[in-house]
């Protein structure tokens, strides 16, 4: 059953989208935020996903369709009411002596700094050292890998500005790839018979052009 499963997966890949994009057991345990990230961008934790995709969609219409409304002008608006309230509250809780508002513990734990830190780490270092690798022309292929996204970013960049980018990005991180998952058998099914087309084409080429190289010769015999 296993073994079928990865045959139906597309370009037979042995391991599931979810187990690539960091939710498999084994990369809990090297990276343990993978698997939270997994889930919110196949919709295993539904609530979450669909709560950052109408966020972002909702954010986008303000910001564009809304005159006047900028990500900083609202972010610093909504913190103004929400500290302007939680003010007034206090300080008629004090006059009232009634509770104070109920605000929970804000604070990051110092192991979540820790981890955060080291995953920061971990990705600066592996980032410096393929900057390393290109600069002494160690790694061709990565050279090659990183021009043409570079190239891409900056074609991209030219047709649309940063905000829109990141909204159209965190659209397609959030719809995509669980897209992809759900169609994985139909698109592997479509890959194999796009393959068979290819293989099947090649054939009929190869042998028309032994038959022209056979039909030439016999010409030129005749000659």
Not at 77 to 84: A, K, N, Y
Not at 114 to 135: C, H, P, R, Y
Request: glycine residues 6%; proline residues 4%; hydrophobic residues 50%.
């Amino acid at each position: 059953m296993d073994s079928h499963r990865r045959s139906c997966r597309p370009f037979g890949a042995q391991r599931s989208l979810y187990d690539l994009l960091g939710g498999g057991a084994a990369w809990r345990v090297d990276f343990p935020v993978g698997g939270a990230v997994a889930d919110v961008v196949l919709w295993r934790s539904t609530e979450v996903a669909g709560g950052l995709l109408a966020a972002v969609v909702a954010s986008w219409a303000l910001f564009y369709c809304v005159p006047g409304y900028t990500l900083l002008s609202f972010v610093s608006q909504v913190l103004m009411i929400l500290l302007t309230v939680l003010f007034v509250w206090a300080k008629a809780a004090q006059l009232l002596k009634r509770a104070p508002p109920p605000i929970p513990l804000l604070k990051i734990s110092e192991g979540s700094m820790s981890e955060t830190a080291e995953i920061m780490g971990s990705f600066m270092n592996k980032v410096l050292e393929d900057f390393e690798s290109i600069a002494l022309g160690k790694d061709s292929s990565l050279f090659y890998k990183v021009a043409f996204v570079l190239l891409l970013t900056s074609i991209v960049g030219r047709l649309a500005d940063l905000i829109t980018l990141v909204y159209t990005s965190a659209v397609i991180v959030l719809t995509v790839p669980a897209l992809l998952e759900r169609s994985e058998h139909h698109i592997a099914r479509f890959l194999k018979k796009a393959s068979t087309c290819a293989q099947a084409c090649g054939r009929v080429c190869i042998e028309y052009k032994c038959k022209m190289m056979n039909v030439i010769s016999e010409k030129e015999k005749l000659c």
